[in-house]
């Protein structure tokens, strides 16, 4: 699958985004979809991951202020991202994976399938 990562940009502190990911392929209902970013210096770190059924997991420091959701028919996953703070910035990547399973989910190296990243970036 072929995924496609738009919606990042500036925006101040306390402010929001939505990041889309777009997928090549009918079968985007089988994939777990998930997302990642990256900083300057720093790992790539998990940030949320959807289901194939639909259900949300997050990391502690985006948990209340992030919503992952997917819509399976238009063959989208979103990155809802509110009350965005200055340490959220970074390069955001969405990844899928046939595979996965509930344990690996915020494992990067289990994700096959990643997008190019979108540049998120939060003044103070």
């Known amino acids: 699958v072929q995924l496609q990562a738009s919606g990042g940009g500036l925006v101040q502190a306390g402010g929001s985004l939505r990041l889309s990911c777009a997928a090549s392929e009918r079968t985007f209902r089988n994939y777990v979809m998930g997302w990642f970013r990256q900083a300057p210096g720093k790992e790539r770190e998990f940030v949320a991951v959807i289901s194939r059924s639909g259900g949300g997991y997050y990391a502690d420091s985006v948990k209340g202020r992030f919503t992952v959701s997917r819509d399976n028919a238009k063959l989208m996953a979103y990155l809802q991202m509110n009350s965005l703070k200055p340490e959220d910035t970074a390069v955001y990547y969405c990844?899928?994976?046939?595979?996965?399973?509930?344990?690996?989910?915020?494992?990067?190296?289990?994700?096959?399938?990643w997008g190019q990243g979108t540049q998120v970036t939060v003044s103070s």
């Open positions: 990844a899928a994976s046939q595979t996965i399973i509930y344990s690996e989910y915020a494992n990067h190296v289990r994700y096959h399938y």
